[in-house]
């Protein structure tokens, strides 16, 4: 059993502290928010993600994982003096696409001016390369007396709506430190997990983040520049991409055409690489290609939208506001199935681009509608997918929940105004949709 703490109870830290309680250890949780901290005592989850409310229950039953506010009692407790933190705060997207690192340089701190034994400081919050020197840096300088410390990168690969299974079954475990020997002490956290470990030096760790995030977000924007020309060639990526994946060298994953890549990591960590290489001197063209192509993904669903909702409306050419009158229903609103999490949301940002056309915007998600609520103006909420198609001119499907697969088309048809569906997310087969009357549009589906 190992002493740990985890800073941050966000979408890395709390599963992240829930597994390693769940191994038997005993895991702090530190976290700032007050009201996050008493929710967790009352067993409310601040986030949603699957098992992780029943995995967190099951370890603060058995005493192993505790939330609290203090720093002190966390880092220092008498019983129990922690010999592992780590660092899972959020750094979110500052000024030109360079990491803000706020929150990282507070905890930073706040651990230098607390600790009064040695510890290891493990970085898991997604960090520009360079930036487990700078902690280092920040401890050392603020420690009231030299006490020693130090600092492992250990990049988090979990994916929001999976990130239990995610954490209990990793590709890898990747470890940098300039310290081989604190490197070491942390791989045996994960030995329970018997996943492959990497050892390295900590700049090199962090790189392996970016370069991973930046990989899988080439691929998404690859998918998506042949779905665009699969439409003008009458191919469907669907089939394009099923072949390519048989190849091992290719492999299926991330080849699913659509609106493009959303959510908390790739749009920030894409962008953050291509300001890093920048800084240096370097042209990022691939990065700033892959960028440019997940932004048109999200334009090509509004002008299929306009282009099959004004086709035979001649009042509306050559105007500016050409979906004005006409009322357009989004089902899905978080970035991806399987999360409530609304950053860079895609469908979000087409809502935006559609009322700047002048649409009625109608909406419905299975478990983003309070997160979404918050952030959409003059959009009317629906309780589901029929209410939503009441009266819609054109229905664009934005995440590929699992209650979307299985809708009453029939039903859908019936409520709609016109039965027109553009499908961010190919959930649908388009020879049935036509079968069933609807005029169907999904991406990179071949019709010519
Ligand atoms: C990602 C990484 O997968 C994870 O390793 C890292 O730790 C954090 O960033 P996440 O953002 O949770 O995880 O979601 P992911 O499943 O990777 O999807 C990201 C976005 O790409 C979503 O908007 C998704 O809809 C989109 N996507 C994914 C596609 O458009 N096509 C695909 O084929 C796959």
Redesign the pocket.
Known sequence: MKNIVVIGVGYVGLPMAAGFADFGNRVMCVDVNEDRIAGLKNGIMPIYEPGLEELTRRNVAAGRLIFTTSYEDALNGKDAPAEYVFIAVGTPEGVDGEADLRYVRAVAETIAVTMDHPLIIINKSTVPVGTGDWVSDIVRSKQPKPIPFSVVSNP??????AAVTDFMYPDRVVLGSLDENAAQKVAQLYLPLRAPLIITDLRTAEMIKYA??AF?AT??SF?NEIANICEALGADVKEVAAGMGYDKRIGR??????????????PKDVKALSHMANIQGKHPQLLEAVMQINADARRSIVSKVRDLVCANDKRTSGRLNRLEGKVIGVLGLA??AN?DDMRES?PVDIIRMLQADGATIKAYDPVAMENAGRLLKNVTLCEDSYELADGCDAIVIGT?WNEFKNLDLVKLKKAMRHPIIVDGRNLYDPTKMRELGFTYRGVGRGYV
């Open positions: 988090e690969f979990l994916r929001e709506g991973s995030n899988l691929k998404i998918i994953a991330f080849l699913d055409a659509g609106l493009g890549y959303g959510g908390s990591c790739f970035f991806k999360t895609q590929e």
